[in-house]
């Protein structure tokens, strides 16, 4: 498997310095948040785009996926989460990355069968854009939706394969599913692995990987003991909680576990 780790955990840290730590500490990829606090998102010029795909290039560092946060359930118009969607993609597209991560965000007030419907209409309209484009469009394990078994529910009748999930560990985990589960209803739509850890269900302040209680061992034995080649990232939310320590120094050790975990589980 590959890893990478999310700029989540170094917010506004420019792109020449996100790629230095990825280098100095042996990682693949990045998982870049696009938002318009941060160095790159939709509103990028041409050249500017071009110069970011130019840095990922000299670097030797692969982009994982451009991080939105379109919600494909929330309520209101299709068009403008729709127009949200397709600035991802190909956002996406021009920088080279294969993967748009996109939320469910669905309204707890509503009937859940009318959420899954929103979802999968937009994201079955948002899949042709994709396809022309040669970009995934990614459905987080989130809010609304934060287990395999929900996620599925979308995915199941959207039936398109440049649509597909990210499994978050942290979320399926509090949803109360187990590793296994998870994977037997998203494997034939992952796209990629979110690995993080934290305190408890109640204390989500992001730890050093293996510090908290996270089933990370038991989400890379099930990945391994099924053949999945795919992608890690450790998503570390430092951009909501300024008293987690900084996500540079823990990087190496980070790595370390979880090549640790994909040799136990080998």
């Known amino acids: 498997m590959k ?43 041409p050249a500017e785009r071009a110069e970011t795909a130019a ?4 670097a030797g560092i692969e982009l994982l996926c451009v991080a939105g946060y379109a919600r494909v359930a929330a309520p209101g118009e299709d068009a403008p989460v729709l127009a949200e ?14 993967f748009v991560r996109v939320f469910p965000g669905g309204d707890p007030d ?4 009318e959420s899954d419907a929103i979802a999968a209409r ?46 978050d560990v942290m979320h399926t985990w509090r ?12 494997a034939p739509h992952l796209g990629y692995v979110q690995v993080k850890d934290i305190a408890s269900a109640d204390d989500t302040t992001p730890l050093p990987l293996g510090a908290g209680v996270l089933p990370l061992t038991e989400c890379v034995d099930v990945l391994c003991r099924h053949g999945w080649e795919g992608w890690l990232c450790w998503e570390y939310e430092k951009r909501w909680y300024e008293q987690a320590a900084p996500l540079p120094e ?10 640790r975990l994909l040799g136990d589980a080998a």
């Open 250 to 259: 823990l990087l190496g050790a980070g790595r370390e576990h979880l090549l």
């Open 175 to 186: 949803g109360g599913e187990q590793p296994s589960d998870t994977y037997a209803a998203l």
């Open 3 to 45: 890893l990478a780790f999310s700029t989540l955990g170094v917010p506004g840290l420019p792109v020449p310095e996100v790629l230095a730590l990825a280098n100095a500490h042996g990682y693949h990829g990045v998982e870049l948040r696009a938002h318009p606090e941060e160095p790159v998102h939709p509103g990028l010029t």
């Open 55 to 58: 840095l990922f290039r000299g």
């Open 85 to 98: 969607i397709r600035d991802l993609l190909q956002l996406a597209h021009d920088l080279g990355a294969p």
């Open 110 to 113: 509503r009937p859940r069968e």
């Open 122 to 167: 937009r994201l079955g309209t948002a899949a042709e854009d994709a396809s022309a484009l040669g970009v995934r469009i990614l459905l987080e394990t989130h809010d609304s939706h934060r287990t395999g078994a929900d996620a599925i529910r979308i995915l199941g009748p959207v039936g398109h394969r440049q649509v597909g999930a990210v499994w």
